[in-house]
């Protein structure tokens, strides 16, 4: 009788863009360890992102609020994941709430960083724990250096990877019906991360003679709403993507896209993980740490600005971005449409 595979569980408690960014150390690790199941552990919000991914063998999908821990709603899911009797987890965040989890769901060896913070012995919460190699630019690279302390030799590749649910392929396209239309969102989660609305407007006007259809989207929330009002006095012509409230539809929808342009938020590297080409903008935080990996995408970085590439919120006394003009984007879209870009994603087939 053959022994059982071994069970690998790896945790992420944070929030989609940097969620997205853990998938090429996914990868690595399931190299590494081709006969293991690899399991997942996710917020519920951002697990729809990984349950397409063939590679990983179940992705258990975690309701939580932030801020608050409610036993009564993770105990059932905390009892499920203590009978997998996992051999090994790894904490790609090592926060609080992933160094309790790890602990409770008992791996006999647990994985996470060596890091200040955070409540009285959260480290020892880990039984390995692994120092962050400061000089590494990237974030995907710096979170696949943490399976150096299980000898896990880095990626092939940083390029992140997503799938959509083909089973959503008609529903998008009833949605999104052009399949060379450009994907524009226009929030992120603070303003000075965003491109101003006068330049989306004039970008519209510039776009249209150059042959390019273009599609704005926004996140949800009072917020959101309220800039495409103002877009849509702006650019009264300006076609905007009715809100999707699913995850997986809009992955499907964004999978349809010939590109997509934002500034740093969430969907930038949803749309990256997707295969699809992107424009992005950055300003505040820092471009070599986030911006997407790979010759189908192009940055555009501010070229003044105060914030040290760190910033949560943004510090400068203007609004960087508002530097990056208009037709600086449109030559950018240009670059990627005439094949400059066009190289495949190396985890496609």
């Given at each position: 009788?053959s022994?059982?595979?071994?069970k690998?569980?790896?945790l992420q408690?944070?929030y989609f863009?940097?969620?997205?960014l853990?998938?090429?150390?996914?990868?690595?690790?399931?190299?590494?360890?081709p006969?293991?199941?690899?399991?997942?552990?996710?917020?519920?919000?951002?697990a729809p992102?990984?349950?397409?991914?063939?590679?990983?063998?179940?992705?258990?999908?975690?309701p939580?609020?932030r801020?608050?821990?409610?036993?009564?709603e993770?105990?059932?899911?905390?009892?499920?994941?203590?009978?997998?009797?996992f051999d090994?987890?790894?904490?790609?965040a090592s926060?609080?709430?992933?160094?309790i989890l790890?602990?409770?769901?008992?791996?006999?060896r647990r994985l996470g960083?060596n890091?200040?913070?955070?409540?009285?012995g959260?480290?020892?919460c880990y039984s390995?724990l692994?120092v962050?190699?400061?000089?590494?630019?990237?974030?995907s690279a710096?979170l696949?250096?943490?399976?150096?302390?299980?000898?896990?030799?880095p990626?092939?590749?940083?390029e992140t990877?997503l799938?959509?649910d083909p089973?959503?392929?008609?529903?998008?396209k009833?949605i999104?019906?052009?399949e060379?239309?450009w994907?524009?969102?226009?929030a992120?989660?603070?303003s000075?991360?965003?491109w101003?609305?006068?330049?989306?407007a004039e970008f519209?006007?510039?776009?249209?003679?150059?042959?390019?259809?273009?599609?704005?989207?926004t996140?949800r929330?009072?917020?959101e709403?309220?800039?495409?009002?103002?877009?849509?006095?702006l650019?009264?012509a300006?076609?905007i993507?009715p809100?999707?409230?699913?995850?997986?539809?809009?992955?499907?929808v964004?999978?349809?896209?010939?590109?997509?342009?934002?500034?740093?938020t969430g969907p930038?590297?949803f749309?990256a993980?997707?295969?699809?080409p992107?424009v992005?903008?950055?300003?505040?935080?820092s471009?070599?740490?986030?911006?997407?990996?790979?010759?189908?995408?192009?940055l555009?970085?501010?070229?003044?600005c105060?914030?040290?590439g760190?910033c949560?919120?943004c510090i400068s006394?203007?609004?960087c971005?508002a530097?990056i003009?208009?037709?600086?984007?449109?030559?950018?879209?240009?670059q990627?449409?005439s094949?400059a870009?066009?190289?495949?994603?190396?985890?496609?087939?």
């Amino acid at each position: 009788m053959s022994a059982r595979p071994e069970k690998i569980l790896a945790l992420q408690f944070k929030y989609f863009g940097d969620a997205v960014l853990m998938t090429p150390a996914l990868r690595a690790l399931r190299a590494h360890c081709p006969e293991a199941e690899l399991h997942l552990l996710a917020p519920a919000e951002i697990a729809p992102l990984f349950q397409p991914l063939p590679w990983l063998t179940r992705v258990w999908s975690m309701p939580r609020r932030r801020g608050r821990a409610s036993l009564r709603e993770t105990w059932p899911l905390l009892r499920a994941l203590r009978r997998e009797r996992f051999d090994r987890s790894v904490d790609f965040a090592s926060n609080d709430r992933g160094a309790i989890l790890s602990r409770l769901i008992g791996a006999s060896r647990r994985l996470g960083w060596n890091q200040r913070g955070g409540f009285l012995g959260r480290r020892l919460c880990y039984s390995e724990l692994v120092v962050a190699d400061e000089s590494l630019p990237h974030e995907s690279a710096r979170l696949a250096q943490l399976l150096s302390g299980w000898q896990v030799p880095p990626p092939a590749s940083l390029e992140t990877e997503l799938r959509a649910d083909p089973a959503l392929a008609e529903a998008a396209k009833g949605i999104l019906p052009e399949e060379q239309a450009w994907l524009c969102h226009v929030a992120s989660s603070q303003s000075r991360k965003e491109w101003p609305l006068p330049h989306w407007a004039e970008f519209h006007r510039l776009a249209a003679p150059a042959g390019y259809q273009l599609v704005f989207t926004t996140a949800r929330g009072n917020r959101e709403a309220a800039l495409m009002t103002e877009l849509r006095k702006l650019a009264p012509a300006a076609r905007i993507l009715p809100e999707i409230a699913e995850l997986p539809l809009f992955l499907a929808v964004l999978a349809r896209a010939r590109g997509f342009i934002a500034g740093d938020t969430g969907p930038l590297h949803f749309a990256a993980g997707l295969g699809v080409p992107t424009v992005s903008m950055f300003g505040p935080t820092s471009a070599a740490r986030w911006a997407p990996i790979g010759g189908r995408h192009r940055l555009l970085a501010a070229p003044r600005c105060d914030c040290p590439g760190n910033c949560a919120v943004c510090i400068s006394p203007q609004h960087c971005l508002a530097e990056i003009l208009p037709a600086q984007v449109l030559a950018a879209v240009g670059q990627i449409t005439s094949g400059a870009s066009a190289a495949r994603h190396p985890c496609r087939p």
